[in-house]
C-alpha cells in the first residue's frame, strides 16, 4: 500500500500565478521529500525537509511538514512554463533506507 | 547533470524474450536502487544494493534479477518478460552519509515495451 500520497492528480495554472501541491502520509517518518520528474527524465530532489523542521525554502518553492496531521505541502511562487512536471512527495523513516513515493501531481503552468 | 546513466532508453520485446538493462553511477555513492514506474506514473522500489550487497528485495517476480559487479553498476536481467512488465524502470543512486543521504539521484529511465 502506499504509505504516501499527494492529493491532487492534476494542476493547472497559468504562468506567474502560485500554486500549492498536498501531501498525505501514513506512518511515523524521519524526513519527507519533494521530487519533480519532468517529461523523459527520472525525478530530481527539490526540497528535503526533517521530522523535525516544520518549513523549508529553496527559491520560489517552499515545503512544509505537519508531523501531528502527516502531511506536507510544496508551494511554487511565480510559476514559469518550466515548471510544468509531475511533482512527488517521498517518505523516509530510517531502518533498511527505502523511500516511498506518492502517486504524484502532475502541473500544468500555461503561458 | 546527469550522473546516473540508464542504457537502453527504449526496449521494444515479445513475451517471453529476456532483457537486460544497464545502470551505472558516477557519483560515488554506495547505495543504488532500482524502481519501476508504470502508466500512471506509480513508482515503486524493486530493489536496493549497498556496496555490490542485496539490501532490499521488494516482492516482485523471479524472473527480475538485480546484478551488481561493483558499487557503481546495477543492472537488471528480466527472465522471459510478461506483459504487464511493460514500465520504466528507473535506476538511482544515493550517498552513504553527509547532509544528503536520504536524497535519491535518479537516471533517466529505460522504457520498456512487451508487444
Known amino acids: 500500500s502506499q504509505l504516501a500520497e499527494e492529493n491532487s492528480w492534476a494542476l493547472s495554472v497559468h504562468e506567474g500565478e502560485s500554486v500549492t501541491v498536498n501531501c498525505s502520509y501514513k506512518?511515523?517518518?524521519?524526513?519527507l521529500q519533494w521530487y519533480r520528474q519532468k517529461s523523459g527524465k527520472g525525478p530530481a530532489q527539490l526540497i528535503l525537509i526533517r521530522s523535525n523542521e516544520r518549513e523549508k525554502r529553496n527559491g520560489r518553492l517552499r515545503a512544509t511538514l505537519d508531523t501531528s496531521s502527516q502531511s506536507s505541502s510544496l508551494s511554487i511562487t511565480a510559476t514559469r512554463c518550466e515548471d510544468t512536471a509531475v511533482y512527488f512527495c517521498?517518505?523516509?523513516?530510517?531502518?533498511?533506507?527505502?523511500?516511498?513515493f506518492g502517486k504524484g501531481t502532475s502541473l500544468v503552468v500555461h503561458p | 547533470e546527469t550522473a546516473v546513466f540508464q542504457t537502453p532508453n527504449y526496449h521494444v520485446t515479445q513475451v517471453g524474450n529476456e532483457v537486460s538493462f544497464n545502470c551505472k553511477q558516477t557519483l560515488g555513492h554506495d547505495t543504488m536502487y532500482w524502481y519501476k514506474q508504470d502508466s500512471k506514473k506509480l513508482l515503486k522500489i524493486m530493489f536496493s544494493y549497498n556496496n555490490k550487497q542485496l539490501i532490499v528485495n521488494e516482492t516482485v517476480p523471479r524472473r527480475f534479477s538485480p546484478q551488481s559487479s561493483d558499487k557503481a553498476h546495477l543492472n537488471l536481467r528480466i527472465k522471459s518478460v510478461e506483459p504487464e512488465d511493460s514500465a520504466v524502470y528507473l535506476c538511482?543512486?544515493?550517498?552513504?552519509?553527509?547532509?544528503?543521504?536520504?536524497?535519491?539521484?535518479f537516471g533517466s529511465g529505460t522504457r520498456l515495451t512487451v508487444l
Open positions: 517521498a517518505t523516509s523513516s530510517g531502518g533498511n533506507y527505502k523511500p516511498t
Open positions: 506512518t511515523s517518518i524521519t524526513a
Open positions: 538511482a543512486s544515493r550517498p552513504t552519509g553527509g547532509t544528503s543521504a536520504e536524497t535519491l539521484y
